[in-house]
């Protein structure tokens, strides 16, 4: 029983999964008690977009089905890729492994039984046009969590499209180049922030000219959420950071119309169902409220939040992996009933390895009958109006504003990232979550509640344990085949334009075609920029 405090009858309180102290019904009372009445739900597709940016949703248009893959060898990945968009994906999602997001070649002694392991190793043009053959450039939409050498991986793509035949005007797709959730809680991060930051726009200037329909950055919360975050911070830090890059920008000279109709997001959808699904109601008029505010742009385009959402990997567990069948459903479901322009889910067996193509093939079908067969999909925000539902939102967007008010106070998130607040809120969320759990106050199916025998553990991907070699004696032959004076001079030209302030990408972008490999092209900016070591404690 619940009484009319909110307390039930062991004298527990009731909140998200977020903090957020829930009403024992939700009713009325509950609106105006936050402040909202009826009359400021807004519609869908005009401002604050609260409801969702376009006016008709997915009865128009669905959400792109974007599968996150990537592993191995390019050749193994494309053919994962190959298989999803056979079974009705429509769109790519790359993952990289882990010397390749922190710019190292396969032959670095740093990458050392790290290549392929969590992602597919590209190491040079070469990698990216295995990767991608046999793969339509121009009719396919695709992204890349990819972000310290977010530019280089960008630019090896642009030259495959247009060894294709493809126009750049053409390719549409993102890269991650979220830096600074990098420093606050993912560390793949390579230069001294300021440097980082000039990678960025100088991505921005360059894309905004000659791809127009490229999204040049995709400000992450998923990360932060990973990390342990509450619901509140991932909304607030994530567009803290957002703000900390078009302020970067604009110091550049660069006009708020030229680059912000192409900035997108990406957030976490985890287990708690109605908080999610406010989460990013609030997180879309939150951002149309700031960029209003401070940059007042003209392009309506400039203010509106678009976003990718991944279910929450960390939410899964190696303990009766079947179950994650039914979290990723929910959290699917959430995001859809949220609004987002596109969604992976994760394979249920991720918690013990590699997705195999059958539970690959399981994670996309979960997409399809959300679309095809539950209906949420046939009304604009089906859980608009909920008396639960708004008042989250509402609470959701205040207590953001808060946080990034506290942020602002602290000079912007680099400064605060630079002192290290974000990542000892963060720190404190994950403990007092972890310490829920270790108590028994959350219970997880499986894991603390629920437990019994186990009769099905599945089987992981496996690696080739050849990728490593192969990668090396491909770069090898590359080095001694190609025109090295040419390569040497355009790593020159990379240096030079770097301590001159001058846009690297065009540098960059010649470099790719001289075979300069990605390792090569990061270390000719390092020895410019330096590299960066968080302090101690962070």
């Known amino acids: 029983m619940t009484g009319s405090d909110g307390k039930d009858s062991e004298g527990r309180v009731w909140r998200t999964l977020g903090g957020i102290e829930l009403p024992p019904q939700a009713d009325e009372v509950t609106l105006s008690n936050s402040g909202l009445s009826r009359d400021e739900i807004s519609t869908a597709g005009t401002p604050p977009y609260t409801r969702g940016i376009h006016s008709t949703m997915y009865r128009d248009r669905l959400w792109t089905m974007r599968q996150y893959a990537g592993f191995s060898s390019a050749e193994a990945t494309n053919e994962r890729f190959k298989l999803l968009l056979e079974k009705g994906q429509n769109g790519l999602s790359i993952a990289f492994d882990l010397p390749t997001q922190l710019g190292l070649d396969s032959d670095d002694e740093l990458a050392l039984g790290e290549v392929g392991k969590v992602g597919v190793a590209i190491d040079?043009?070469?990698?990216?046009?295995?990767?991608?053959?046999?793969?339509?450039?121009?009719?396919?939409?695709?992204?890349?969590?990819?972000?310290?050498?977010?530019?280089?991986?960008?630019?090896?793509?642009?030259?495959?499209?247009?060894?294709?035949?493809?126009?750049?005007?053409?390719?549409?797709?993102?890269?991650?180049?979220?830096?600074?959730?990098?420093?606050?809680?993912?560390?793949?991060?390579?230069?001294?922030?300021?440097?980082?930051l000039r990678l960025i726009t100088d991505t921005f200037s360059y894309c905004g000219t000659n791809l127009p329909l490229w999204n040049t950055i995709s400000i992450s919360g998923y990360h932060i959420r990973e990390a342990g975050s509450t619901a509140i911070q991932e909304v607030a830090f994530t567009l803290a950071n957002a703000l900390e890059y078009v302020q970067a920008a604009i110091d550049v000279g660069l006009a708020v119309d030229t680059f912000a109709p192409r900035l997108s997001f990406f957030f976490n959808c985890h287990n708690d169902f109605f908080e999610e699904v406010a989460k990013f109601r609030a997180a879309r008029a939150l951002w149309y409220e700031l960029m209003e505010q401070r940059y007042s742009p003209s392009n309506p385009k400039s203010s509106m939040l678009r976003f990718h959402t991944q279910v929450a990997g960390v939410s899964l567990t190696a303990q009766q992996p079947l179950n994650n069948i039914a979290r990723v459903t929910i959290q699917a479901l959430a995001a859809v009933c949220g609004g987002t322009q596109s969604l992976h889910t994760n394979s249920y067996d991720e918690a013990i390895g590699l997705p195999t193509e059958e539970s690959a093939t399981v994670a996309l079908r979960t997409q399809q009958i959300i679309a095809e067969e539950s209906g949420v999909a046939s009304v604009v925000d089906p859980l608009g109006g909920s008396w639960l539902v708004e008042s989250l939102t509402k609470d959701i967007k205040e207590e953001a504003r808060r946080e990034i008010a506290h942020i602002d106070a602290l000079s912007g998130a680099l400064k605060a990232m630079e002192e290290g607040y974000q990542q000892r809120a963060i720190h404190d969320s994950a403990w007092q979550h972890q310490l829920d759990v270790e108590s028994g106050r959350r219970r997880i199916i499986g894991l603390n509640h629920g437990i019994g025998e186990e009769d099905i553990t599945p089987v992981p991907q496996a690696i080739d344990p050849e990728v490593a070699a192969r990668q090396i004696t491909r770069l090898a032959e590359m080095r001694q085949n190609r025109d090295a004076d040419r390569a040497d001079v355009a790593l020159a030209a990379i240096g030079k334009a770097a301590g001159e302030g001058e846009n690297l990408f065009p540098h960059v972008l010649h470099a790719v075609k001289c075979e300069c490999s990605l390792g090569e092209i990061i270390i000719a900016m390092k020895q410019v920029f330096g590299s960066y070591r968080a302090p101690s404690g962070f």
């Open 124 to 196: 040079s043009i070469d990698d990216m046009r295995r990767l991608f053959a046999g793969i339509p450039l121009a009719e396919v939409s695709t992204s890349m969590t990819i972000n310290a050498p977010a530019m280089v991986i960008l630019a090896m793509y642009i030259v495959v499209a247009e060894e294709r035949g493809v126009n750049p005007l053409e390719l549409r797709g993102t890269i991650q180049n979220d830096i600074l959730k990098e420093y606050i809680a993912r560390g793949t991060y390579i230069f001294p922030p300021v440097h980082s």
